[in-house]
């Protein structure tokens, strides 16, 4: 299975529709969905600095903002199974699956990642590839000219949360961070990492 975190930048663009598609399309992997929080986080991180609530507080709606973002696309995803608990994927896990994650405060606060900014989606999604001993693809609106994508020019640039740029190094499952237009490629990505390739 590969856990595809899909960033809070797609949303409203064309390319939601376009993965899915195309992860439709590759019968040979099982995918596990994870969006991130796109404008609705957005939202929260301006309303925290206004009212001024506890970054635990903003971490919560943050949450709350994954699950806007997931159930906007709900109708897209009539073809995948929704899993509430990552404990659930076993059960619904027989042959290749199409699944998606709706996440909650309680499962997400069970996570070993900070409860605050530091940790956003990213590094949510990169605890779920670690629990179910899956290889993460995270898709971002940012264009990449090279191969290795995992590399300390874009951890620098803030593509990816504190938290996954400072711990990623401590976990063992295989990662790619592709461009949203590469939507085409995931077939390609897929068998590199059967291969034990970092895309």
């Given at each position: 299975m590969v856990v595809v975190k899909i960033g809070g930048s797609l949303q409203s663009t064309q390319y939601i529709k376009?993965?899915?598609?195309?992860?439709?399309?590759?019968?040979?992997?099982?995918?596990?969905?994870?969006?991130?929080?796109?404008?609705?986080?957005?939202?929260?991180?301006?309303?925290?600095?206004?009212?001024r609530y506890h970054d635990q507080e903003a971490h919560k709606r943050a949450i709350y903002a994954m699950r806007d973002f997931t159930k906007d696309y709900l109708?897209?995803?009539?073809?995948?199974?929704?899993?509430?608990?990552?404990?659930?994927?076993?059960?619904?896990y027989k042959k290749r699956k199409l699944l998606v994650w709706m996440p909650s405060v309680d499962e997400v606060n069970s996570f070993d990642i900070p409860l605050n900014w530091d940790a956003t989606s990213d590094s949510i999604a990169l605890e779920i590839a670690k629990k179910t001993n899956s290889p993460l693809l995270?898709?971002?609106?940012?264009?990449?000219?090279?191969?290795?994508?995992?590399?300390?020019?874009?951890?620098?640039?803030?593509?990816?949360?504190?938290?996954?740029?400072?711990?990623?190094?401590?976990?063992?499952?295989?990662?790619?961070?592709?461009?949203?237009?590469?939507?085409?490629?995931?077939?390609?990505?897929?068998?590199?990492?059967?291969?034990?390739?970092?895309?």
């Open positions: 376009k993965w899915i598609h195309e992860i439709k399309l590759n019968r040979n992997t099982s995918f596990l969905l994870v969006f991130g929080g796109g404008s609705y986080a957005e939202k929260i991180r301006k309303d925290q600095i206004t009212r109708n897209e995803l009539r073809d995948f199974v929704t899993i509430n608990k990552l404990s659930s994927i076993k059960k619904n995270v898709v971002k609106s940012v264009k990449f000219n090279c191969k290795n994508y995992i590399n300390n020019f874009f951890l620098k640039d803030n593509v990816l949360d504190k938290y996954f740029t400072k711990e990623y190094m401590r976990y063992s499952q295989k990662i790619s961070l592709v461009s949203r237009g590469n939507f085409y490629k995931l077939n390609k990505i897929c068998k590199d990492f059967l291969n034990n390739t970092n895309y």
